[in-house]
C-alpha cells in the first residue's frame, strides 16, 4: 500500500513539467459520465479513443488539490471508445481532477487533466430518460385503440412509434437493407431523447457485431439491430461531445 501511496505521490509531481494537450497515441478524451458525487468513492466512465489497443501504457488517477491525496484507478475496457473507472477512496474535494498519464520513454507523462465535479452526473441523465418513458406511458392508452385496429389490417406499427422508450428485452430497430446508420437514428433519436450522434454511438455500441470489422462506418445491410437500453442512451446527452466522439471514432475506423 505504501509503494502505491510512492508511486501516486511521484506521478502528480511529473504534472508541473508537462502540459495538458493530449499526445500522438490519443485521439480524444473526455469524461463521458460519473457515478459518484463528492464525499463518495469515485466511479466513472470515459470516452477514450487511442492509437493503442490496451491500456498498458496509461494511468488513471485522481489529484485534489490543497492535499496530498492521490489515488490510481482501476479501469476496465467497456468497448473501443468507453473505459470505466473506480477507485475505493472517498473524494472530497470540489476541484478534484482526473489525471490521465502514458508512459512514453519510459517515463509517465501527464497527457490530460479533467475537472471531475464539471462532468455530468449519469443520474441526472438517466433520470430524463425515465422522464420521457413516464410522457410516453400516459399515451399508451390513447394510441392502444388505433394499434390494434392497424394490427387487425395487418399494418401494426414499429414497437418503438409513439414511444420515447420500450424497455423490452427483445426489441429490435426497423430498418432496410439500404439505410444507413444516419438514417437508423434518425428514425429513433428524438424518441429516445437524445441526439442523432449520441443515438449512433448508443446504437454501435449495443450491436457492434452488425458491423463489418467492429467499424462504425460499415454497417451490414441484413443483419438485425438490438434496441439500446435506457442506461445505455442515458449515456449520451451532450450533442457537441457526442458529435466529436462520432467524428473521431468514425476517423479512426476509416483509417484502420
Known amino acids: 500500500m505504501s ?24 485521439a480524444h478524451v473526455s469524461i463521458n459520465s460519473r457515478q459518484f458525487e463528492i464525499n463518495q468513492t469515485p466511479k466513472l466512465k470515459l470516452n477514450f479513443v487511442a492509437h493503442e489497443k490496451t491500456l498498458t501504457h496509461f494511468r488513471f488517477m485522481i489529484a485534489e488539490p490543497e492535499t496530498a491525496q492521490t489515488q490510481i484507478l482501476t479501469e476496465q475496457v467497456i468497448n473501443s471508445y468507453l473505459v470505466g473507472l473506480s477507485g475505493n477512496v472517498q473524494v472530497n474535494h470540489p476541484d478534484a481532477s482526473l489525471v490521465i498519464m502514458q508512459l512514453i520513454d519510459d517515463q509517465w507523462q501527464v497527457i490530460s487533466q479533467l475537472a471531475l465535479f464539471d462532468a455530468p452526473l449519469s443520474e441526472k441523465s438517466a433520470a430524463l430518460s425515465r422522464e420521457a418513458s413516464s ?10 385503440t388505433k394499434k390494434t385496429r392497424q394490427a387487425e389490417k395487418g399494418n401494426d406499427s414499429p414497437q418503438w412509434r409513439n414511444s420515447a422508450y420500450n424497455a423490452k428485452t427483445d426489441c429490435r430497430l426497423e430498418r432496410s437493407e439500404t439505410d444507413t446508420l444516419w438514417k437508423i437514428a434518425s428514425r429513433y433519436y428524438s424518441q429516445w431523447n437524445t441526439n442523432i450522434y449520441g443515438a449512433m454511438l448508443a446504437i454501435f455500441e449495443t450491436n457492434s457485431t452488425a458491423f463489418k470489422d467492429h467499424k462504425i462506418h460499415l454497417i451490414s445491410k441484413n443483419a438485425p439491430l438490438m434496441c439500446p437500453s435506457a442506461n445505455k442512451l442515458a449515456e449520451y446527452h451532450d450533442k457537441a461531445a457526442d458529435k466529436q466522439l462520432f467524428e473521431i471514432l468514425e476517423e479512426k475506423h476509416r483509417a484502420r
Request: aromatic share 2%; no cysteine.
Open 3 to 26: 509503494k502505491m501511496l510512492l508511486l501516486a505521490k511521484s506521478m502528480i509531481l511529473i504534472m508541473v513539467l508537462f502540459s495538458d494537450s493530449l499526445s500522438a497515441a490519443v
Open 135 to 144: 410522457h410516453a406511458s400516459l399515451n399508451k392508452s390513447a394510441n392502444r
